[in-house]
């Protein structure tokens, strides 16, 4: 399991993202970040997701812990705001009715299967956030998205076709699988 932040520390990764975003709006910089407490500060691997009206709006994170928390969702919520290549640039009149959702993941570990149906078998659906790499390929679904692709069998062929590797490439067992947990706090 994802290391559990206390409520002022969620509060506080929350407030920050939101005021590194709205910084950047009104070309003020970066706010400093202050107040930090002892977990903040060790490296973890976090997403930064925004939702406008409860729709995707940008969702970018850093799957291996290898900047400290509050560092990681500073450059996250910039890049979900302004660089996710989905989207436009987020607009200053967008944010009062944007939401931001912050998780924090734990280290992803291998996956050992032996084909597809072995692979079905060992994952757990809204538990597991999964990677897929191959041939220089890779691309990872949230624990989350799994609200919206319940079914194994689909979940890993937009996974695959989101990473450029074909709908079925999971199926073959010659794809690295690894899985990792998330602990996600919202406004």
């Given at each position: 399991?994802?290391?559990?932040?206390?409520?002022?520390?969620?509060?506080?990764?929350?407030?920050l993202a939101r005021s590194v975003i709205?910084?950047?709006?009104?070309?003020?910089?970066?706010?400093?970040?202050?107040n930090l407490s002892p977990a903040v500060r060790e490296k973890q691997g976090c997403f930064v997701t925004l939702h406008k009206k409860g729709m995707l709006r940008g969702c970018i994170g850093t799957i291996?812990?290898?900047?400290?928390?509050?560092?990681a969702v500073k450059e996250?919520?910039?890049?979900?705001?302004?660089?996710?290549?989905?989207?436009?640039?987020l607009k200053a009149e967008e944010l009062p009715e944007t939401d931001i959702e912050i998780s924090v993941l734990?280290?992803?570990?291998?996956?050992?299967?032996?084909d597809g149906e072995d692979l079905i078998t060992k994952l757990k659906p809204g538990i597991h956030g999964v990677?897929?790499?191959?041939?220089?390929?890779?691309?990872?679904?949230?624990?989350?998205?799994?609200?919206?692709?319940?079914?194994?069998?689909?979940?890993?062929?937009?996974?695959?076709r989101k990473g450029g590797m074909?709908?079925?490439?999971?199926?073959k067992g010659d794809?690295?699988?690894k899985v990792y947990e998330v602990f996600h706090f919202s406004e």
């Open positions: 399991m994802a290391k559990i932040l206390n409520k002022e520390d969620r509060k506080n990764l929350l407030h709205a910084s950047e709006l009104s070309r003020e910089g970066i706010p400093e970040t202050v291996e812990p290898v900047k400290a928390l509050a560092d996250n919520a910039l890049h979900s705001a302004f660089r996710d290549s989905r989207f436009p640039p734990t280290k992803p570990e291998i996956l050992s299967y032996r990677i897929l790499s191959k041939d220089g390929y890779r691309s990872t679904f949230l624990p989350q998205v799994w609200e919206q692709l319940p079914d194994p069998e689909i979940f890993l062929s937009h996974l695959c074909g709908g079925d490439c999971w199926k794809v690295e699988v």
